[in-house]
């Protein structure tokens, strides 16, 4: 009897036990489909390394959103709720890893802080000051670094007859355009140049920081104990507070100088009746700095690795095709500056955005209100997740959703809608998208009358052309394409001389 008795004990002990480490501060959400999960990891061992895809394959069978955090994986569904529930859908989770840690001495991005005041007025400077006449008044930035890039690319391809890896310069070109906006200051070095590559080394370790699947301490509080996670987020925000310090500090000097560049902090700094207080100055520069190497590098270098594989070869050479009919005068390097007429470099833009959603996982929303989704309330206070890739790959609203095609975007008609959910989408989309957009055009413009693109001569040095496959770390915020070269074969040598000359003449104010 007593065996009987310590058995009991037992299995009642073991009963609340796992519903101990099997409860959850989420409340369940009645109609919404739940995918099981285990005690204490809930769907973290499912979901592994590749999160976007587990969901979308999640999407098949249990619908395109589940909970318990809502997680939406079709183009309608995130339609439904980031774009229709955009208001209620405004702010944003607060996560250990990223807010708690790395974030404790700078603060918050714009992009990541929740929805008060203050996260108003840092989005409306930051929206005033990237909007579309603001970003063509930043033109000639984009003049001087798409110029700097190409010639080095030149230069070290050894005119064309040696395969180089292209990440280097574009991550160059982006960090030093949203350095200029932002501070009046550039990197002068080439791309090994020792701070380039602190900011990008750092930067990329932050955006690990953010992701929404790297660090399970932010979901398993138990796990916080351990210090290593900890340590590496403390080393990184360490790191990041020694140059954001000293380009603040520099613009600040410059400024006390009269030797200061026009940019988007040095205005606010000198404007007496400046909304931004010091804490949310710093926000905004630590936005600038992080967002430039988000998405345009990432998207920049995979779409040269399409261009270089066969079918990429028809691509280039329609683009050319349609460049030379607009532009038969070869001005089409300063003009591309002014305006965008070339329909099919911009649907190539386009499908480059949706086929590499450089995001996956966009940064979460947490609801500010109730949200009635289908036959389900979900109340206010809920997580969201927009699986940006399954969105961007749903067979439902894309034909042939696998393949790249630059020619849907010319074949639409909708208009107006949202072409892809690669810059997010609703009230938090990427405030940048104007300016990144004009920076991907006029990069492949002048790329695709510069050069022609080759495959490399080693098939080693290949890229990977999966937009999951192709990234070196999976569970990042945002793609960082593994390592590849590819050929760039001079279309007109004297031709491209006389362009970057005239381009040396028309920045070198800068």
């Known amino acids: 009897m007593h065996e009987i008795l310590q058995a009991f004990a037992a299995s009642v002990a073991l009963l609340i036990l796992y519903r101990y480490f099997s409860s959850t501060d989420l409340p369940k959400i009645k109609n919404l489909p739940e995918i099981p999960g285990v005690p204490v990891f809930g769907n973290l061992l499912q979901l592994g390394n590749n999160h976007a895809q587990v969901a979308a394959k999640w999407a098949k069978k249990y619908g395109p959103v589940f909970q318990r955090i809502v997680f939406a994986n079709s183009f309608e569904s995130v339609k439904q709720l980031w774009l229709k529930e955009q208001s209620s859908l405004i702010s944003r989770p607060t996560f250990h890893t990223f807010h708690s840690v790395v974030s404790s001495s700078q603060g918050f991005t714009i992009g990541t802080s929740p929805w008060d005041e203050s996260c108003k007025q840092r989005r409306k400077a930051a929206a005033t000051a990237l909007n579309k006449p603001a970003t063509q008044s930043y033109m000639p930035i984009i003049d001087l670094e798409a110029t700097t890039s190409i010639r080095e690319m030149l230069q070290d391809s050894n005119a064309g007859s040696k395969d180089i890896n292209p990440i280097p310069y574009f991550q160059r070109f982006a960090l030093n355009t949203s350095l200029t906006l932002n501070y009046g200051i550039r990197i002068e070095g080439n791309i090994d140049d020792v701070l380039l590559k602190e900011i990008v080394d750092v930067e990329r370790g932050v955006s690990n920081f953010r992701s929404t699947s790297n660090n399970w301490q932010d979901y398993i509080p138990l796990l916080r104990l351990f210090p290593k996670t900890n340590n590496e987020a403390e080393e990184f925000r360490v790191r990041r507070d020694k140059y ?144 940006a890739w399954a969105a961007d790959y749903d067979e439902d609203h894309f034909q042939d959703a696998h393949k790249f095609i630059p020619e849907r975007y010319l074949d639409s008609t909708d208009s107006t809608g949202t072409p892809h959910y690669g810059y997010g989408a609703g009230s938090r989309m990427c405030a940048g998208s104007h300016l990144a957009n004009r920076e991907l055009y006029t990069a492949f413009v002048r790329l695709i009358t510069a050069f022609t693109i080759h495959p490399p001569k080693n098939e080693s040095d290949a890229p990977i052309l999966d937009a999951i496959e192709c990234n070196a770390i999976p569970t990042a915020l945002t793609t960082e394409p593994k390592p590849f070269k590819v050929g760039f074969k001079v279309r007109d040598a004297k031709l491209l001389d006389k362009w970057i000359a005239e381009s040396e003449v028309r920045t070198k104010d800068l």
């Open 244 to 387: 954001l310090t000293h380009l603040l500090d520099l613009l600040k000097e410059n400024i006390a100088k009269g030797t200061d560049k026009p940019c988007i902090t040095g205005n606010i700094l000198k404007d007496p009746e400046a909304k931004l207080n010091e804490a949310e100055i710093k926000s905004l520069c630590l936005t600038m700095v992080s967002a430039g190497l988000d998405t345009v590098p990432g998207n920049l270098v995979m779409g040269l690795a399409y261009l270089s594989c066969e079918d990429g070869m028809r691509i280039q050479k329609k683009a050319y095709e349609e460049i030379q009919k607009v532009y038969p005068d070869n001005d089409v390097w300063e003009k591309c500056l002014v305006e965008e007429k070339v329909p099919y470099v911009t649907a190539l833009v386009k499908e480059i955005l949706r086929f590499w959603t450089v995001i996956p996982i966009c940064l979460p929303r947490k609801s500010i209100k109730d949200i009635q989704y289908e036959s389900a309330t979900i109340p206010a206070g809920t997580t969201f997740f927009m699986n």
